[in-house]
């Protein structure tokens, strides 16, 4: 008989190392609350409420009645790319090769593309702190090494062109930009989009641009890292702006070389997306415009309500958020510690939040609210937590 020790459980140290989202904890224990039969209003997930638009799940039957169920191209169904290509001509006046697109099963898998194209061990990649964490643990999943860069409240956390030229070392192979921000909100103006990528231009570095949140942004459409230059790929996806989270659909557009490096990667790895759900995203790009906008506006009253609420309930937003559907606070008037402070406003206020250490050192003392529910649900949000703060904080 084989000795037991043999089956003794070890855990890969790259599956150790991968840090966990507290914030699933969080919506855990949301989850908990409400089965014990508790009234828990729930911010912290950026899960949009309103549904996926009628025209897009109209065409998802339709292409599964019409028997579009089987595998696709690897690279995804040549109509969804072509429509891609369109889209970011008709968005952003740039010229995509249709064949430099990747469709994936969502932005994340796209990340593993990415990422796993451009990094050696040992590769640098710089990303803002905070930052969406996927970003760092892909990377380090990966053997990269990521190197934050701090983004600060008080400066609409943009970053400092002169913190990330100190922050280049010869290892660095990209800068992750991520514009509507996860946590923040913040949409970054062209004029740092054209710097980042004159400096990336300038070391021979790439640009990756998570752009999901695009569509999202409630100061004018977001430009896109390719009108500023040809060497960035750029990440992005169905989930947010179409209500699409459940469907698992997203694309990358990589720079030529990397092209054929990220399809033996989705061929091998992931075979391909959902063949209806590919169809049903080529109509959400060429059919749904009316709806996406009529939901940005639902979002952008929310903004609106949020904002000052906040502020008017102790906490700090020094920078208005402009895009995605999250407002990043400063709580420090009620505690220093987001993680205690989250778990005791869901135990004591039965309110949900993100923790704002989630997303990076630079995170700590922040608390993350999505909008990505009712006004109504906010305002009884807000309500209980300015309760809670008047006993409680300060
Ligand atoms: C910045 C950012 N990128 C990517 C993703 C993941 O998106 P997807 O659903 O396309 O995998 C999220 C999800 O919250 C996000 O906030």
Redesign the pocket.
Known sequence: MESLHRFAPHVSDRAEAIRPFVVMDVVARAKELVAAGHDVVRLEI?DPDLPTPAVITRAAEEAMEHGDTGYTQSAGLPTLREAIAAHALGAYGVTVDPADIVVTQ????AMLLVFGALLDPGDEVIVSDPC?P?YPNYVNFLGGVPVPVRVRAEEGFRFRPEEIRAAITPRTRAIMV?SP??PTGTVLPAADLAELAAIAEEHGIRIVS?E??HGLDFSGASRSILEFTDRAFV?N????AYAM?GW?L?YLIAPKPFVRACEKIQQNFFLCANHFVQVAGTVALTQAQAEIAAMREVYDERRRYLVPALREIGLTVACEPTGAFYVFADARAWGDDSLVLSRRILEEAHVSVAPGIDFGPGGEGFLRFSYATSLERLAEGVARLGSWAGENAG
């Open positions: 950026g969502g932005t994340s898998p969406y996927a991520n921000c996860n998570d999901i949140y990440l996806g169905f989930s947010k989270t698992r997203g």
